[in-house]
């Protein structure tokens, strides 16, 4: 197993063969945790199995960051104990909130970056810190309408994270296009601003039309193809920041492993290319 990240792909129970397989120099998956929080079981067996051959990333969706409440700390056993049987090369979590007086909902849910909420995100990125006993990054999320209460812009907010924790970033560049059409600002300023060193991880998926609104209102599907949009994007952040582990996330209308690899393959000569130029 290569050490050196280049292009992943989330990993889907119909692909455990192909994956277990698959020989790539560079290539890692990336799992929900939650799906993989249990004690034993083929579903576990065959992450194990895959983590012998290729690098893991736990990336989690349900941690809820930004709640107004710390990390609930049968979760977070739950998390440290995969990783520490797992011995992922990444571990993210998403800038937002989807737990609220003990109850959950299923969605990434958006909050007021105010001063209250950068100190109490950060408490919390520490809690997860010091329990996992390393480094997590920290997604920028996908915005559908815009907040009157933001008193700092997101980039500086997510910098000021990384600054007082510790912790790492994820860019996803499909999130920050479809959040530039939803709300009106632009795109490539966005990533050109956005800071490097911090950058653990790059995500790339598909986005759709809302059913009802149609281009009005693009939706972070994760169920089609990387647009051509979000491809460019993501030369340009790389060849400004250098090659940065990429995943190319895909959760709905799953092609075959082979198409998803050769979106991978994509992906990864973007950051073959300077690695081939420091050479």
């Known amino acids: 197993m290569t050490t050196a990240l280049t292009a992943g792909l989330g990993l889907k129970p119909q692909h455990y063969d192909a994956a277990f397989a698959c020989p790539a120099d560079g290539l890692w998956f990336e799992v929900h945790p939650e799906n993989y929080m249990i004690d034993g079981g083929p579903r576990l067996a065959w992450l194990e199995a895959i ?21 609930d700390a049968a979760h977070l056993k739950r998390l440290a104990d995969l990783a520490r049987r797992i011995e992922p090369a990444l571990v993210s979590e ?36 010091d329990v996992l006993q390393r480094r997590i990054a920290i997604e920028n999320p996908s ?10 812009g997101e980039i500086d907010f ?15 560049v499909n999130n920050v296009y479809v ?27 598909g986005h759709a039309p809302d059913p009802s609104l149609g281009e009005a209102l693009l939706v972070d599907s994760h169920d089609a193809p990387v647009a051509p949009e979000v491809w460019a994007l993501y030369e340009r952040l ?3 920041i250098g090659a940065r582990p990429a995943l190319i996330e895909r959760d709905d209308n799953l092609p075959d492993f082979a198409t998803l690899f050769a979106e991978r393959q994509r992906a990864d000569a973007v950051l073959r290319a300077p690695l081939a130029q420091a050479a």
């Open 51 to 71: 983590r012998a051959r290729h690098a893991i990333s736990l990336h989690g969706v349900a941690m809820s960051l930004a709640a107004d409440a710390e990390p």
């Open 94 to 129: 998403h800038l937002a909130w989807s737990t609220w007086r003990g109850a959950y909902h299923p969605d990434l849910l958006p909050f007021p970056r105010t001063d209250e909420a950068l100190a109490r995100i950060a408490g919390n990125i520490q809690r997860t810190q």
């Open 143 to 152: 915005h559908y309408l815009q907040m009157a209460d933001h008193a700092w």
């Open 158 to 172: 997510l910098a000021e994270l990384a600054r007082h924790t510790g912790c790492g970033l994820l860019l996803d």
């Open 179 to 205: 959040s530039a059409r939803n709300l009106g600002f632009s795109a490539t300023a966005y990533i050109d601003a956005f800071p490097g060193e911090p950058v653990m991880e790059v995500h790339l998926a």
């Open 238 to 240: 790389i060849a400004r």
